[in-house]
C-alpha cells in the first residue's frame, strides 16, 4: 500500500477507468491504433499522475508496449491526441520526443553490446556539441562538456552498482545488469518522466529488489514513473496507481488494493467472462 | 603492386566504406559508384575546359549529391534497402555514363582521356625510375603513389577523429542499434546521411586516383566487384579498425599479386600439369585464393588483421 506523498496525492480519485487526476503529466485521449483488422490499442482517455508510480498491466496482448510506442512516436497512431507536461506529442519524430524529457526503455534491453558500458551512458546524454558534424572535429569545442558528461555518468553507474563494469563492452554485461545500465542511460538524458517497459522481465530476485529501489528513489527525486509490468508482487508492492488493459483498452484502473479484487481485471486475466458470455447465451 | 596507386586507391576506398560499414553499420553496395561519381566528375570538368581544381570539387560534389540520393529516400527505412538501392543504383550509373555515344560528355563506352595533365604538371619528382630492387616506379607512377598514400594519411586520421568524438559514439550507437539511438534522442536519420556522405565523399576521392593513374575514366572500371573488393579490404582489415582499410588493402593486392606470381611460376616450372591449370586460368585462380584466404581469416580470425576479437564474439551471442 502506498503510504507516501505520492500515495496521497490519489486521495480522492475515483477508481474507473479514465479517470481524471490532480496534476496529471502524460495525457492520452482517443488513442487509436490497429494492425489490419485487430485493433491493438483503443484508449479513450488515460492520466498519469505527476511524481508517481503507475503501473500498467494486463494480459499479453493487451496493447500495452504499442501504447508506449505511440505515445514515444515509434509507431504511427492511426488518430488520437497525446501530450506530455502540457506538449503535444502527436507528429513528433522518435528522436524528438526524449527532448522533451519523457525517455522510454524496451522490453527487450537494447544495451549497445559493442560499445563499452561508460559510451552507452555518456551516448545519452542531451544537447552534445560533439555530436554535431560541424564541431566534432574541434575537440576543444566539446572537451569540456565531454568531461562534465563522463563526471556525471560515473556517478550514475556508481549508483546503479555498475561503475566496475564501466570498460567493459555492454554485451558482456547480465540481463539484470543490461536493464540497470538501460535505466541509468535514460537518466543520463535528465528526463521528467520515464516509460519502462517490463524493468524486471528476466532479471534474478537480488537484482529485481535493486531496480525496484532505483525506481522508488527516482520518485522521491520528483521523477514520474509508468511502467508494464506483470509480476504482480512487483505492482503490488511499488505502485501508487494501478492501470489495467485488455484488448487495447483500458479496462480498470486504481490504486493497487482495488485493482486485486475488480471484477474486470480478475476477468480479463482469467478469461471468465467469455465462460459466463457462453453460459448466459447458451440456454437462451 | 602491393603498395602500388591501386592498393592506395581501394585502402582510401576502403577508409570511406569503413565509416559507413564499419563504424555506422550502413550496407553501401554500390561504393563503386562514388568512385565512378568522382573520376566523371573530375574527367568531365577537365575535359570541357575547366580547371584541375574546379575538377576535383565537382568531383567530390557529385560524390555528395549521389550521397543524398541514395540516403534521402532508404535511409528510413531497414538497413537491407539501402543495400538494394545502392547495388542497383550503382550499376545504372555505369550503364548510363556508357549509354551515349563517343562524342558525348561521358565518352560513352571509350571515356575520356586526356585529363590527367593538370594532375600531372603538379608532379614534384624528376622524370626517371624511383625504386629499391625489382620494384620501381616512373617519376609519374611514384606522384601519384605519393597522393594517393597522403589522401590516404589524411583521411585515416580525419576518419580517427570523428569515430573519437561524441559524433562517432552516435555513429557507433547507430550500429548497435538504431531504435536505441532513437529512444536516447538521437536523430538517427541526419547522422546516417553524414556517414553515407562523408564515406562517399572519400570513396570519390578514391576513384579520382584511378583515374589519374591511368589517365582515363572508362564505365569498364566501375563494374560491381570493385564495390565487394573493397568490402573483401574493409573486412580483411577489420571493420571499425582505423588501420584496417589500409591494412587490408596491402594484404588483398600483395595476395592477388604472390598468387598470380606463384602460379603462373609453378605451370611454367609444370609443377601443375596444363591439363588441370592453364596460363589463362591464372587471373581467375588469383581471385578463388583470396576467396579462400577470405573464407579462412573468417573461421580463425573473424574480426580480420587488426579488429577487436571482443566485438565479434559479442556480435555471435
Known sequence: ?284 | MAIGPLAAAYALAGVGLNLQFGYTGLLNFGHVAFMLAGAYGTAITVNEGGPLWLGLLVGVAAAVVLGLIFGLPTLRLRADYLAIVTIAAAEVLRIVVAGPGEDSLTGGVFGIQRFADGFFDLNPFPTGDYGIGRVSFTARGMWVLTAAWLLVAVFTVVVALLTRSPWGRVVRAIREDEDAARSLGKNVFAVKLQSLVIGGSVGALAGMILAFDRQSVRPGFFLPVITFAVYTIVILGGPASRMGPIVGAIVYWFVIQFTEGFTREAIGAGWIPESILGPEDVGAIRFALVGLGLMLLMIFRPQGVLGKRQEVLIDAQ
Open chain 1, 1 to 284: 500500500m502506498p503510504s507516501n506523498a505520492a500515495g496521497a496525492a490519489f486521495a480522492g480519485v475515483a477508481p474507473e477507468p479514465g479517470v481524471p487526476k490532480p496534476d496529471p503529466v502524460l495525457v492520452v485521449d482517443g488513442l487509436h491504433k490497429a494492425f489490419g483488422g485487430v485493433v491493438a490499442v483503443d484508449v479513450e482517455h488515460l492520466e498519469c499522475q505527476r511524481s508517481a508510480i503507475t503501473a500498467l498491466i494486463g494480459p499479453n496482448g493487451a496493447g500495452k508496449t504499442t501504447m508506449f510506442n505511440l505515445v514515444t512516436d515509434f509507431e504511427r497512431a492511426d488518430r488520437g491526441r497525446w501530450s506530455f507536461d502540457g506538449r503535444s506529442l502527436e507528429g513528433m519524430l522518435a528522436y524528438e520526443v526524449p527532448r522533451t524529457g519523457l525517455m522510454r526503455t524496451f522490453q527487450l534491453t537494447k544495451a549497445l553490446a559493442r560499445m563499452p558500458v561508460l559510451d552507452n551512458m555518456k551516448l545519452a546524454a542531451p544537447d552534445q556539441r560533439g555530436e554535431r558534424l560541424r564541431d566534432c572535429l574541434l575537440r576543444p569545442r566539446w572537451a569540456a562538456q565531454e568531461r562534465a558528461v563522463e563526471k556525471r555518468a560515473l556517478g550514475l553507474l556508481e549508483r546503479f552498482n555498475l561503475d566496475q563494469m564501466r570498460a567493459e563492452y555492454a554485451g558482456t554485461l547480465s540481463g539484470g545488469q543490461r536493464k540497470l545500465l538501460e535505466m541509468a542511460r535514460a537518466l543520463m538524458a535528465e528526463p521528467r518522466m520515464l516509460l519502462l517497459d517490463e524493468p524486471t522481465a528476466g532479471v534474478n530476485p537480488a537484482l529485481v529488489h535493486s531496480i525496484l529501489d532505483h525506481v522508488r528513489e527516482l520518485r522521491a527525486d520528483g521523477m514520474t514513473i509508468l511502467f508494464v509490468e506483470h509480476d504482480m508482487d512487483v505492482v503490488m508492492g511499488i505502485s501508487d496507481w494501478v492501470v489495467c488493459m485488455s484488448e487495447g483498452a483500458v479496462i480498470a484502473e486504481g490504486p493497487p488494493a482495488s485493482i486485486a479484487e475488480n471484477d474486470s481485471v480478475i476477468d480479463a486475466y482469467l478469461g471468465t467472462s467469455r465462460i459466463e458470455a457462453v453460459d448466459v447465451e447458451g440456454p437462451g
